[in-house]
Protein backbone atom coordinates (compact mmCIF):
# COMPACT_ATOMS: atom_id res chain seq x y z
CA UNK A 1 0.00 0.00 0.00
CA UNK A 2 1.38 3.41 -1.24
CA UNK A 3 0.04 6.33 0.62
CA UNK A 4 0.24 10.26 -0.43
CA UNK A 5 -0.86 13.06 1.16
CA UNK A 6 -0.76 16.38 -0.02
CA UNK A 7 -1.04 19.99 1.84
CA UNK A 8 0.26 23.43 0.98
CA UNK A 9 -2.79 24.46 -0.78
CA UNK A 10 -4.80 27.61 -0.14
CA UNK A 11 -6.41 31.21 -1.66
CA UNK A 12 -3.97 33.87 -2.46
CA UNK A 13 -3.79 36.29 -4.75
CA UNK A 14 -1.77 36.85 -8.55
CA UNK A 15 1.45 37.17 -8.19
CA UNK A 16 1.64 35.64 -4.87
CA UNK A 17 3.52 31.80 -4.19
CA UNK A 18 2.72 28.94 -2.34
CA UNK A 19 4.12 25.62 -1.43
CA UNK A 20 2.63 22.64 -1.63
CA UNK A 21 4.22 19.14 0.17
CA UNK A 22 3.16 16.00 -0.72
CA UNK A 23 4.24 12.99 2.07
CA UNK A 24 4.67 9.04 1.02
CA UNK A 25 5.59 5.92 2.37
CA UNK A 26 9.10 4.67 1.65
CA UNK A 27 9.16 2.05 -0.73
CA UNK A 28 12.17 -0.13 -1.96
CA UNK A 29 12.19 1.05 -6.04
CA UNK A 30 15.59 2.08 -7.09
CA UNK A 31 14.47 4.28 -9.97
CA UNK A 32 10.81 5.62 -9.84
CA UNK A 33 9.22 9.03 -10.75
CA UNK A 34 6.82 11.25 -8.93
CA UNK A 35 4.65 14.15 -10.25
CA UNK A 36 2.25 16.77 -9.55
CA UNK A 37 -0.99 17.22 -11.67
CA UNK A 38 -3.72 19.34 -11.73
CA UNK A 39 -7.43 19.37 -12.48
CA UNK A 40 -9.43 22.83 -13.16
CA UNK A 41 -13.39 22.44 -13.21
CA UNK A 42 -14.13 21.55 -16.40
CA UNK A 43 -10.99 20.79 -17.67
CA UNK A 44 -8.89 18.20 -18.63
CA UNK A 45 -6.27 17.04 -15.95
CA UNK A 46 -2.83 18.13 -16.71
CA UNK A 47 1.05 17.25 -15.53
CA UNK A 48 2.48 19.98 -14.35
CA UNK A 49 5.82 18.89 -12.67
CA UNK A 50 7.48 15.11 -13.16
CA UNK A 51 10.84 14.23 -11.19
CA UNK A 52 12.86 11.36 -11.95
CA UNK A 53 14.73 9.65 -8.99
CA UNK A 54 17.35 9.95 -9.47
CA UNK A 55 17.13 12.11 -12.10
CA UNK A 56 15.50 15.15 -14.40
CA UNK A 57 13.08 17.02 -14.36
CA UNK A 58 10.18 18.33 -16.60
CA UNK A 59 7.49 20.72 -16.40
CA UNK A 60 4.77 21.63 -18.70
CA UNK A 61 4.89 25.05 -20.60
CA UNK A 62 1.90 26.42 -18.56
CA UNK A 63 4.18 26.45 -16.00
CA UNK A 64 7.59 26.53 -16.88
CA UNK A 65 10.03 28.89 -15.11
CA UNK A 66 7.47 29.94 -12.15
CA UNK A 67 7.43 26.14 -10.42
CA UNK A 68 9.67 24.03 -9.48
CA UNK A 69 9.69 20.36 -8.10
CA UNK A 70 11.44 19.05 -6.21
CA UNK A 71 11.95 15.88 -3.68
CA UNK A 72 13.09 15.55 -0.18
CA UNK A 73 15.07 11.44 -0.11
CA UNK A 74 15.29 10.94 3.45
CA UNK A 75 12.04 13.15 4.53
CA UNK A 76 9.55 11.29 2.16
CA UNK A 77 7.91 14.45 0.82
CA UNK A 78 7.76 15.81 -2.21
CA UNK A 79 7.17 19.69 -2.81
CA UNK A 80 6.08 21.77 -5.84
CA UNK A 81 7.15 25.55 -5.25
CA UNK A 82 4.80 27.49 -7.44
CA UNK A 83 5.55 31.35 -7.90
CA UNK A 84 4.20 34.14 -9.70
CA UNK A 85 0.93 32.24 -9.62
CA UNK A 86 -1.92 33.60 -12.11
CA UNK A 87 -5.79 33.33 -11.53
CA UNK A 88 -5.52 30.12 -14.28
CA UNK A 89 -3.43 28.30 -12.04
CA UNK A 90 -6.62 27.70 -10.01
CA UNK A 91 -6.98 24.24 -9.91
CA UNK A 92 -7.33 20.91 -7.18
CA UNK A 93 -3.67 19.81 -7.36
CA UNK A 94 -2.50 16.45 -7.08
CA UNK A 95 1.01 14.19 -6.71
CA UNK A 96 1.08 11.10 -7.94
CA UNK A 97 3.85 8.32 -7.98
CA UNK A 98 4.78 5.79 -10.50
CA UNK A 99 7.17 2.69 -10.01
CA UNK A 100 7.48 1.41 -13.45
CA UNK A 101 9.08 4.29 -14.89
CA UNK A 102 12.55 5.75 -13.47
CA UNK A 103 12.51 8.63 -15.78
CA UNK A 104 9.66 10.92 -16.61
CA UNK A 105 7.43 9.35 -19.19
CA UNK A 106 5.26 11.28 -21.55
CA UNK A 107 2.73 13.31 -19.61
CA UNK A 108 -0.42 10.90 -21.02
CA UNK A 109 1.17 7.81 -18.75
CA UNK A 110 -1.60 7.53 -15.84
CA UNK A 111 0.19 6.97 -12.29
CA UNK A 112 -1.09 4.33 -10.12
CA UNK A 113 -0.69 5.99 -7.05
CA UNK A 114 -2.62 9.20 -5.99
CA UNK A 115 -2.69 11.54 -2.86
CA UNK A 116 -6.11 13.05 -2.04
CA UNK A 117 -5.55 16.84 -4.01
CA UNK A 118 -5.55 20.04 -2.67
CA UNK A 119 -7.24 23.20 -3.64
CA UNK A 120 -5.18 26.10 -4.76
CA UNK A 121 -7.34 28.95 -5.55
CA UNK A 122 -5.39 32.01 -7.08
CA UNK A 123 -7.57 35.64 -7.22
CA UNK A 124 -6.62 38.05 -9.84
Known amino acids: QVNLAESGGGSVQAGRSLRLACTFS????????MAWFRQAPGKERERVAC???????RYADSVKGRFSISHDNPSNILYLQMDSLKPEDTAVYYC??????????????????WGQGTQVTVSS
Open 96 to 113: ASDYRYSFCPTSKVTPPY
Open 26 to 33: KWNYRGYY
Open 51 to 57: IAIPGTT
